[in-house]
């Protein structure tokens, strides 16, 4: 790949969330009528807003002298695995487990569903307590999945997100490729298969300036091989895709009552290559996906240009 030098901002000031504006104490987004099935904004997925993950605070002060609240640690956490029976809503059939049996006993292999009601998940990193929601009090409401960690996450820490029929992609300080392979078998595909080439072969960014650079040409789509590489693609039914999730490592500052912390530290931060297959969809647009992991490195850090002070 090759890129070309963008200006970058220094500092963008306050928080470093892709996802949000809003700290996570600030106000909640309102309740959703019961019953209703409401499209959140979401800055995350709005190409203009795209490079405001690149958030990098060096020093912004010192926090109170104090325990972490509990909304960073233990069962209240917002970056913890949610456990079997949260999630049980998302439970995927029994039917899908047996038919697949053999291919979840290898290591690195996975099945989940995705919930495509993103109308519980709020701003505020809490979930919506409307009614249709209680099912779903657990980071990101089941619409958000992070390979990295196998486990449901915060949208702005995941891999992928569900949101109208479409698997978005892009986090904080990450980077990801998305291509849609077509109606391929999984236990076909290797790290040599001609299909996923590019993804292999790309290199990371080295500091911010390329980031921005290639998430430009991601938005537009990459040709590569005959296939379009892009941050999104839409959701099809018995079709396998392809994503490189490049979770740079570095700083991203946010508080919560008055406390500072870096809210990468609460993420396992990797440069992972996954190949899915969407085995079933549902009445109610639910998706369950077939996973198979290729490759799981250490993540490079992300070096933040550094803009030149205005005379």
Same mark, same amino acid.
């Given at each position: 790949?090759?890129?070309?030098?963008?200006?970058?901002?220094?500092?963008?000031?306050?928080?470093?969330?892709?996802?949000?504006?809003?700290?996570?104490?600030?106000?909640?987004?309102p309740t959703p009528r019961p019953?209703?099935?409401?499209?959140?904004?979401?800055?995350?997925?709005?190409?203009?807003?795209?490079?405001?993950?690149?958030?990098?605070?060096?020093?912004?002060?010192?926090?109170?002298?104090?325990?972490?609240?509990?909304?960073?640690?233990? +069962?209240? =956490?917002?970056?913890? /695995?949610?456990?079997?029976?949260?999630?049980? *809503?998302?439970?995927?059939?029994?039917? @899908? #487990?047996?038919?697949?049996?053999?291919?979840?006993?290898?290591?690195?292999?996975?099945?989940?569903?995705?919930?495509?009601?993103?109308?519980?998940?709020?701003?505020?990193?809490?979930?919506?307590?409307?009614?249709?929601?209680?099912?779903?009090?657990?980071?990101?409401?089941?619409?958000?999945?992070?390979?990295?960690?196998?486990?449901?996450?915060?949208?702005?820490?995941?891999?992928?997100?569900?949101?109208?029929?479409?698997?978005?992609?892009?986090?904080?300080?990450?980077?990801?490729?998305?291509?849609?392979?077509?109606?391929?078998?999984?236990?076909?595909?290797?790290?040599?298969?001609?299909?996923?080439?590019?993804?292999?072969?790309?290199?990371?960014? +080295?500091? =911010?300036?390329?980031? /921005?650079?290639?998430?430009?040409?991601?938005? *537009?789509?990459?040709?590569?091989?005959? @296939? #379009?590489?892009?941050?999104?693609?839409?959701?099809?039914?018995?079709?396998?895709?392809?994503?490189?999730?490049?979770?740079?490592?570095?700083?991203?500052?946010?508080?919560?009552?008055?406390?500072?912390?870096?809210?990468?530290?609460?993420?396992?931060?990797?440069?992972?290559?996954?190949?899915?297959?969407?085995?079933?969809?549902?009445?109610?647009?639910?998706?369950?996906?077939?996973?198979?992991?290729?490759?799981?490195v250490e993540a490079p850090v992300?070096?933040?240009?550094?803009?030149?002070?205005?005379?």
């Open positions: 790949m090759r890129y070309s030098k963008a200006l970058f901002p220094l500092l963008l000031l306050l928080f470093g969330s892709a996802y949000s504006q809003i700290s996570p104490s600030a106000t909640p987004t019953g209703s099935r409401q499209a959140v904004a979401n800055p995350l997925l709005n190409d203009k807003d795209s490079y405001e993950r690149l958030r990098s605070i060096e020093s912004i002060g010192q926090s109170a002298e104090r325990e972490p609240p509990p909304l960073l640690v233990g +069962k209240e =956490s917002i970056y913890r /695995k949610p456990s079997r029976s949260e999630t049980a *809503a998302l439970a995927v059939s029994d039917q @899908l #487990l047996l038919k697949y049996a053999e291919f979840l006993r290898s290591k690195g292999n996975g099945i989940v569903k995705l919930s495509s009601d993103s109308s519980c998940v709020s701003a505020s990193d809490v979930v919506v307590a409307s009614e249709q929601c209680l099912p779903f009090m657990f980071p990101g409401a089941g619409t958000a999945f992070s390979f990295r960690t196998e486990s449901y996450r915060l949208p702005r820490l995941a891999d992928v997100i569900l949101i109208n029929n479409e698997i978005m992609t892009g986090g904080v300080f990450q980077q990801v490729i998305a291509v849609d392979i077509g109606d391929v078998d999984l236990d076909g595909l290797t790290p040599a298969s001609a299909t996923l080439s590019y993804l292999f072969s790309a290199k990371p960014a +080295k500091d =911010s300036d390329e980031f /921005k650079q290639f998430d430009t040409q991601l938005i *537009a789509g990459i040709d590569e091989n005959g @296939l #379009l590489h892009r941050k999104n693609q839409p959701v099809k039914l018995n079709t396998t895709f392809a994503i490189r999730s490049i979770a740079y490592r570095g700083k991203s500052i946010r508080t919560l009552d008055g406390f500072l912390y870096n809210e990468l530290e609460y993420d396992k931060r990797r440069d992972v290559i996954v190949v899915f297959r969407i085995v079933e969809k549902d009445a109610n647009g639910n998706i369950t996906l077939l996973w198979k992991k290729l490759r799981d992300l070096k933040v240009v550094k803009q030149p002070e205005s005379k």
